[in-house]
């Protein structure tokens, strides 16, 4: 072997020599990965996933980024962007024309943009991109679905099988709502008090059916209401019928078969006595 030259090879290494070499290598890709982990750019889009036309809303992007890391933030309806967030330029807020969107500059950031929605149409997947700054220049995005209710204030009809309720008898009321796109949520109100959902069934998109045997405790008008919400956002409530609550009449037949068996044990207490007057004379 030449002096002063220094080889090696896999194979004239034992385990542990092997362990002590590579230990150091894992390390690095150990600690390359968490740097790695911990500088991933983290967003999350937060939108109410209903509101109704004309109504103005706070469209939330949540970052994990420091604003000197921070180069731009960008919001898109589907593919359109309608808002930028770069901090370096001055105005750092700049918009984009979206038919049917307008944005309140006042009310938007970097973490947030405010907007009104003017129609329908503007419904759909709303994302939020973030970018870093160098040296990564990471890019993640995140997306969430509104939806824009554009719907007549058409209230609820109330449709009760009877005004007089005999209480122990089944007695049906109806509530018809309009058509909706999500469909409308019904309940029902007896004297402002909601009825168990458990005793409301759907018949149909817009239509439900309440069946209660017994109303009150009491005599008197008791006051049934019934209310339509659409979304969370559209609450519409039928006009108030009053129902006269009735206690159950006395069974007829009943009355009829206790004067029959009274009357029969008159006879037979008359022909009792008329037997024991023969019989003492």
């Known amino acids: 072997?030449?002096?002063?030259?220094?080889?090696?090879?896999?194979?004239?290494?034992n385990g542990d020599a092997k362990m002590e070499m590579l230990a150091p290598t894992a390390v690095l890709l150990c600690f390359f990965h968490i740097v790695t982990v911990a500088s991933r750019t983290e967003v999350r889009v937060l939108v109410p996933p209903v509101v109704r036309r004309g109504s103005t809303v706070t469209l939330l992007c949540l970052h994990?980024?420091?604003?000197?890391?921070?180069?731009?933030?960008?919001?898109?309806?589907?593919?359109?962007?309608?808002?930028?967030?770069?901090?370096?330029?001055?105005?750092?807020a700049s918009t984009f024309p979206l038919p049917g969107l307008e944005v309140d500059m006042n009310g938007s950031s970097g973490q947030?943009?405010?907007?009104?929605?003017?129609?329908?149409?503007?419904?759909?997947?709303?994302?939020?991109?973030?970018?870093?700054?160098?040296?990564?220049?990471?890019?993640?995005?995140?997306?969430a679905n509104l939806t824009v209710l554009d719907i007549g204030l058409r209230k609820p009809l109330l449709i009760p099988a009877s005004s007089v309720h005999v209480s122990g008898t089944p007695l049906q009321i109806n509530c018809s709502a309009q058509p909706t796109v999500p469909a409308p949520?019904?309940?029902?109100?007896?004297?402002?008090?909601?009825?168990?959902?458990?005793?409301?069934?759907?018949?149909?998109?817009?239509?439900?059916?309440?069946?209660?045997?017994?109303?009150?405790?009491?005599?008197?008008?008791?006051?049934?209401?019934?209310?339509?919400?659409?979304?969370?956002?559209?609450?519409l409530s039928s006009a108030s019928i009053p129902i006269l609550?009735?206690?159950?009449?006395?069974?007829?037949?009943?009355?009829?078969?206790?004067?029959?068996?009274?009357?029969?044990?008159?006879?037979?207490?008359?022909?009792?006595?008329?037997?024991?007057?023969?019989?003492?004379?």
């Open 64 to 92: 994990n980024l420091p604003s000197d890391n921070l180069y731009s933030v960008k919001w898109y309806r589907g593919s359109y962007e309608f808002y930028r967030y770069v901090p370096q330029e001055r105005p750092p």
């Open 112 to 143: 947030q943009v405010t907007v009104r929605v003017l129609n329908r149409h503007i419904s759909g997947q709303f994302t939020c991109e973030v970018s870093a700054e160098e040296p990564d220049f990471s890019t993640n995005r995140d997306s």
């Open 1 to 13: 072997a030449t002096a002063g030259r220094l080889s090696w090879r896999s194979e004239d290494l």
């Open 245 to 281: 609550e009735q206690l159950p009449l006395p069974d007829q037949s009943k009355a009829v078969l206790f004067i029959s068996s009274l009357s029969t044990c008159l006879l037979l207490l008359q022909l009792l006595l008329l037997v024991q007057y023969k019989l003492t004379i």
């Open 185 to 235: 949520h019904i309940s029902f109100y007896i004297d402002d008090i909601k009825v168990d959902k458990a005793l409301v069934r759907t018949v149909k998109p817009g239509l439900a059916s309440l069946e209660v045997m017994r109303l009150s405790e009491v005599e008197g008008p008791l006051w049934v209401r019934c209310e339509a919400s659409v979304g969370g956002v559209y609450h």
